[in-house]
């Protein structure tokens, strides 16, 4: 068995669009973008469900939504095993540092970060310190246990959110350094950061300007619309910087404790954010901005991808991935529990990879009613070759190429011209459906 360390650092509703690597002119990301320039970028990572309870359920169990968190403020099912509780068998230490959101809690009933979250539901971690969603950056209370099972009672973190989490997962990183013969480790670095309110620490908010940002090309030119997307845009781009200095502080501490050359960096986010995109805000819609997710995976070797110093990499990876993935970068089996697929291949050096699917699945599964969403179930598939096909309950909604059209402008779903692709995909679709066990009800063509 590896005795590599994996750290998983998870920002939230952060769109794969908005990073300096990945081409948007309005910020600096430097410690992600070279994370990812000696490492691997993966420009098709997707977000299966974009939303923050059911990707992070399939995140932490290999498994889909509709057999595992199916929609807003869903728990964890009980007896479901994470992969906290994988790797706690093959002699791992877990620990979890951050937002959690998977224990079903609802923000109806109270302020969910100063509830707690009981021991049974935090995920088999040997180590706990979190919440259960905060959308309060400057007020964030945490609470959880240690590594003896002491429970640490609701405090209230000094300062910013991200800052004040790092500050803690640094700590952790510094006793591993003295502890780091004993057993190997996995640790998550969660932060709400950046979802909305969007709002950073000031010496961030004072580098962009709302009325200087940069919009894609599908956001209208409709007043209402474009000023609030660039004040938000603004924002969230700050809120970004500050999330890629303190990823920047952990990269840091590994090479100066000397855990660098032994520890795995997967950073990734759970959704994305439309920022005006198609006129729209937020998440829970299959377009570009809410489905695709930065992914980079970093850390042991600066040799980079394939031993050359460029990092990106073009193999599909989906919310379902990232734990058998993790597991095989230790060396630990996939259980037949996990539906996903171990891509752990294209990291690790001298090892042949397998045939991957050609396409990844989506899934909005119960809708949520949160502002500007889609307020209805639908189901669809991104292939290797850059299709996009999307239906609703028994009929086509959208069909996009692309290739040629990535801002999604033009709809295929109902050009006759179209029609044989549109059934080739929607074939593909419905054995997605039936391979994972979904009931959706997929139109007939």
């Not at 923050?52 to 095993?81: D, K």
């Not at 405090?155 to 013969?181: C, I, M, S, V, W």
């Not at 989906?318 to 060396?331: K, S």
Request: hydrophobic share 35%; proline share 7%; charged share 20%.
């Amino acid at each position: 068995m590896s005795n590599n360390n994996v750290i998983w650092i998870i920002s939230d509703q952060h769109r794969a669009q908005c990073l300096s690597i990945n081409g948007d002119p309005n910020l600096n990301t430097p410690n992600i973008d070279a994370m990812g320039a000696l490492g691997l970028n993966f420009t098709q990572a997707v977000s299966g469900f974009p939303l923050c309870c059911p990707f992070r359920g399939s995140m932490l169990t290999g498994r889909y939504p509709h057999l595992c968190i199916p929609g807003h403020e869903y728990p964890l099912p009980e007896g479901m095993p994470t992969i906290a509780h994988i790797l706690n068998e093959h002699g791992y230490e877990t620990a979890y540092f951050g937002k959690w959101h998977v224990a079903g809690l609802h923000e109806s009933e109270g302020r969910t970060s100063l509830r707690k979250v009981s021991m049974p539901m935090r995920g088999g971690f040997t180590r706990w310190l979190g919440y259960e969603n905060n959308n309060s950056q400057w007020d964030s209370w945490v609470h959880g246990h240690d590594t003896a099972g002491t429970e640490i009672p609701h405090y209230r973190l000094p300062g910013y959110e991200t800052d004040a989490l790092t500050d803690h997962f640094l700590d952790y990183l510094k006793e591993k350094k003295n502890t780091q013969a004993d057993k190997p480790f996995f640790a998550v670095l969660s932060v709400q950061p950046p979802h909305d309110p969007y709002v950073a620490p000031p010496q961030f908010m004072a580098r962009h300007n709302p009325e200087r940002m940069i919009m894609r090309e599908n956001v209208p030119r409709v007043l209402s619309i474009m000023k609030q997307a660039k004040r938000e845009y603004a924002g969230s781009c700050a809120m970004i910087e500050n999330l890629d200095y303190n990823i920047g502080r952990v990269i840091m501490l590994l090479r100066e404790t000397g855990l660098y050359d032994s520890t795995h960096i997967l950073f990734f986010s759970d959704h994305g954010d439309m920022h005006g995109s198609h006129g729209l805000m937020r998440k829970t819609n299959p377009f570009e901005e809410a489905v695709r997710i930065p992914f980079v995976m970093g850390g042991v070797s600066d040799k980079g991808y394939n031993g050359m110093r460029s990092g990106s990499c073009s193999t599909l990876i989906n919310h379902v991935d990232i734990a058998p993935t993790t597991l095989g970068l230790c060396g630990v089996p996939v259980p037949e529990s996990m539906q996903g697929t171990d891509l752990s291949a294209v990291r690790l050096e001298r090892r042949s990879a397998p045939a991957y699917p050609d396409s990844v699945f989506l899934q909005s599964v119960i809708p949520t009613g949160h502002g500007s969403s889609i307020d209805r179930p639908w189901r669809g598939i991104i292939t290797h070759d850059r299709w996009k096909y999307v239906a609703l309950d028994s009929q086509p909604w959208l069909l996009f190429n692309l290739t040629e059209d990535p801002y999604e402008q033009v709809n295929h779903a109902f050009n006759t011209s179209y029609a044989a692709e549109r059934k080739k995909l929607n074939n593909r679709l419905a054995r997605w459906i039936s391979d994972t066990g979904d009931t959706f009800n997929l139109p007939a063509l």
